[in-house]
């Protein structure tokens, strides 16, 4: 072979190297594009709807062994509806607490109660009933508290009995006022100016830095009420701990807004309590969680001030969040990430079946350690497996592989404690009605 044929076959062999190299980065570039279509114009739910598979059966065995023991329930009566296919349609009844109000309606005129046929005069046949339901607007009025005031010749204090407690004299309202303004600022998250304006549509007229100074001095009646609370969730050595940011007004900037944080602390028996910190710094749960001691599950954040690694602590992670980076792949297109979320699926199953059933602490814990255990230990294996073998690391599957695998101790800890939660889910539900528009 000449100098020239071997230049031509190691040109060949470079431009093949080259072309191989090409194609690995655009079907990089293509899982790339498709997890950013999923980001912008994909739907918000992570529910999958995935075909049984052999695992499954498995997981059907577990169950069923689960709950054998468990007392049966109540055969429904024979004739009676129940909800889903065959139940009745229609309207439902109206609720039965709600006080009924009957209204009669006057007969027709007489000339219409002619028959068209034989122009008999027509008799009552039968009564027809219809409830609705109604509303009665807000009614704002003014009570007028009267009392005797006492007063001696020798110019001494005068002496009268106190106004009702339900009465704000300096205010000049009553406590239903105030109660209403707090429900529906905390409870329904109307804005103080908002409620201003609907009050405002009834010709009552109350200032915004009125309803303020009634929510400060509620809140400092509420101090013992909320450090009850707090100890009382602390005391029960398993808290669920996360964070969400909270807009407030900025004092140095007039009119302008910054970023502050909203604690939330969880327990099981569905206690929680807030925290506030102008920033999101993990100082905030650790000075309040210095002292606990018990089961602490978070998300996968690192700003907790080191409370989850303190001695005395067990930390547990979610898996909700673990299973989010999975979905995010799939719904990329990277198609290595559907059988983790089939597992996943399964593991969540079997959680929802316990609490269906309410099976008892030692199943349920037994079933962990003959399934869950088992199936989590199969999908480490297959992450480490996978970050050995693909050489695209930067895409959606390499994040959730890297998240999963960091953070295995964790993960697995959550099947290793009877009574445990294997999500965060309770904690960020209880925060959740903050983002509904509220801003300090």
């Not at 918000?44 to 059966?57: A, F, I, K, P, W």
């Not at 028996?269 to 905030?284: I, N, P, Q, R």
């Not at 979610?318 to 999975?326: E, G, I, V």
């Amino acid at each position: 072979m000449s100098g020239i044929e071997q230049a031509q076959e190691k040109e060949i062999g470079h431009l093949k190297s080259e072309i191989g190299h090409l194609k690995s980065e655009i079907g990089h570039l293509r899982l790339q594009v498709r997890e950013l279509k999923a980001q912008i114009y994909g739907a918000q739910s992570e529910r999958r709807v995935c075909e049984d598979s052999d695992g499954q059966s498995l997981l059907d065995g577990v169950a069923e062994a689960m709950i054998e023991d468990e007392p049966a329930k109540k055969e429904e009566p024979k004739g009676k509806r129940v909800k889903g296919r065959g139940a009745k349609k229609g309207p439902k009844p109206l609720p039965a607490h709600l006080r009924r109000e009957s209204v009669s309606i006057a007969d027709p005129d007489l000339k219409d109660l002619i028959c068209p046929h034989d122009g008999s005069l027509m008799q009552p046949g039968f009564q027809q009933s219809i409830e609705v339901l109604c509303r009665k607007p807000a009614e704002y009025f003014v009570k007028i508290f009267s009392r005797n005031v006492f007063v001696s010749p020798a110019k001494s204090a005068p002496v009268a009995s106190a106004w009702p407690s339900s009465v704000l004299p300096n205010a000049r309202v009553d406590a239903s006022i105030v109660a209403s303004v707090l429900c529906s600022r905390f409870a329904d998250h109307q804005p103080f100016y908002r409620q201003q304006e609907i009050l405002r549509r009834h010709g009552v007229e109350i200032s915004r830095t009125a309803m303020s100074g009634w929510a400060r001095r509620f809140e400092e009646s509420c101090v013992l009420l909320v450090k009850l609370i707090a100890d009382k969730v602390l005391d029960s050595a398993y808290v669920q701990l996360d964070a969400t940011p909270v807009k407030v007004l900025d004092p140095n900037r007039p009119g302008a807004a910054r970023e502050a944080c909203g604690w939330a602390y969880r327990s099981l028996s569905g206690l929680v309590f807030f925290e506030f910190a102008l920033s999101k710094s993990g100082e905030t749960p650790k000075e309040r969680l210095k002292n606990y001691k018990g089961l602490l599950q978070t998300d996968g954040a690192s700003n907790f001030g080191g409370a989850p690694g303190k001695e005395g602590v067990v930390h547990l992670l979610c898996w909700a969040h673990a299973r989010r980076y999975f979905d995010k792949a799939s719904k990329a297109g990277e198609k290595a990430a559907d059988p983790f979320m089939e597992s996943m699926r399964r593991i969540f199953r079997l959680e929802k079946l316990i609490r269906i059933h309410k099976v008892s602490t030692d199943k349920s814990q037994k079933a962990r350690e003959s399934y869950s255990i088992k199936e989590a230990e199969k999908l480490f294996a297959a992450a480490l497996l996978w970050r050995e073998q693909s050489p695209m690391r930067k895409t959606a599957m390499g994040r959730a592989v890297d998240y999963f695998l960091k953070r295995k101790k964790e993960l697995l800890e959550c099947f290793r404690h009877p009574g445990s939660r294997i999500d965060n889910n309770l904690v960020e539900n209880a925060i959740r009605p903050l983002k509904l528009g509220l801003e300090i």
